[in-house]
């Protein structure tokens, strides 16, 4: 019997609880891992939109769209996520963040 892919799992999860944000964020992280970036996002922005004060799914939603070179909307979550590291406090990913963002500025 085949072990079923990271992704696969997380599929079925997904399927079984739609509602479950976390195996979502997983899946999303899965498909990315796999090349699919383009069909991560839905998973990533529906994790950032369930919760105002959760940056990593905003970080990896950007990261995402800036390897599909949709650098404006990567931006808007970009930003979105590093508002959430300064108030949060999280001093790596607010360094990460705003390097990426001068590079979408250059």
């Not at 999860?13 to 195996?23: I, K, M, T």
């Not at 796999?34 to 919760?51: D, I, N, P, Y």
């Not at 959760?54 to 990261?63: A, E, N, Q, S, T």
Request: aromatic share 6%; proline share 4%.
């Amino acid at each position: 019997m085949r072990v079923p892919s990271r992704r696969e799992h997380f599929e079925a999860l997904v399927a079984r609880q739609p509602g479950n944000e976390l195996f979502r964020f997983s899946l999303a992280q899965a498909l990315v891992a796999e090349g699919r970036a383009e069909e991560a996002l839905v998973h990533f922005q529906s994790c950032a939109e369930s919760k105002a004060d959760w940056m990593m799914p905003r970080i990896l939603l950007g990261k995402a769209l800036l390897g599909l070179g949709r650098r404006d909307e990567a931006r808007t979550w970009l930003e979105s996520a590093l508002r959430l590291a300064v108030e949060q406090h999280h001093e790596e990913p607010e360094q990460e963040l705003r390097a990426l963002l001068a590079d979408l500025r250059a």
